[in-house]
C-alpha cells in the first residue's frame, strides 16, 4: 500500500520561506497526479487544495498561494515538493500531499505543521 510522508514543516517569520517534501512508497506514484492540501487552525476547517502537478508536469495553484508557492515533482525519487515562498500568517496550517483526483486517494500521511508567525 502506498504511504505518504510529508516534511520540511517548521516556524518561520513572515516573509520568510520553506520547503515541502512528500516522498511516496511503492512503484507506480510517477503516474498520477499529485497535490498538496493544507488544514489550517481550527475544528471546522476543511482541507483546501494548494497545489496542484501532473504526471507530466504541468501545474495548478489556489489564488491565495499564486506566485508564492511552487510545485514540483522528481519522478525518479517518488517525491513532490512545495517552495514557499513569502509566507504569510495565512499560510499556517498543516500540510498534507496525496494524489489530486479524490477518486484515487490513498491513505493520508502525518502532514507537516508550517506556522508563519513573528
Known amino acids: 500500500q502506498v504511504q505518504l510522508v510529508e516534511s520540511g514543516g517548521g516556524l518561520v517569520q513572515p516573509g520568510g520561506s520553506l520547503r515541502l517534501s512528500c516522498a511516496a512508497s511503492?512503484?507506480?506514484?510517477?503516474?498520477?497526479?499529485m497535490a498538496w492540501y493544507r488544514q489550517a487552525p481550527g475544528e471546522q476547517r476543511e482541507r483546501e487544495l494548494v497545489a496542484r502537478i501532473t504526471s507530466g508536469g504541468s501545474t495548478s495553484y489556489a489564488t491565495s498561494v499564486k506566485g508564492r508557492f511552487t510545485i514540483s515533482r522528481d519522478n525518479a525519487k517518488n517525491t513532490v515538493y512545495l517552495q514557499m515562498i513569502s509566507l504569510k500568517p495565512e499560510d499556517t496550517a498543516v500540510y498534507y500531499c496525496?494524489?489530486?483526483?479524490?477518486?484515487?486517494?490513498?491513505?493520508w500521511g502525518q502532514g507537516t505543521q508550517v506556522t508563519v508567525s513573528s
Open positions: 511503492g512503484s507506480g506514484s510517477s503516474l498520477y497526479a
Open positions: 496525496n494524489r489530486w483526483l479524490s477518486s484515487e486517494w490513498v491513505p
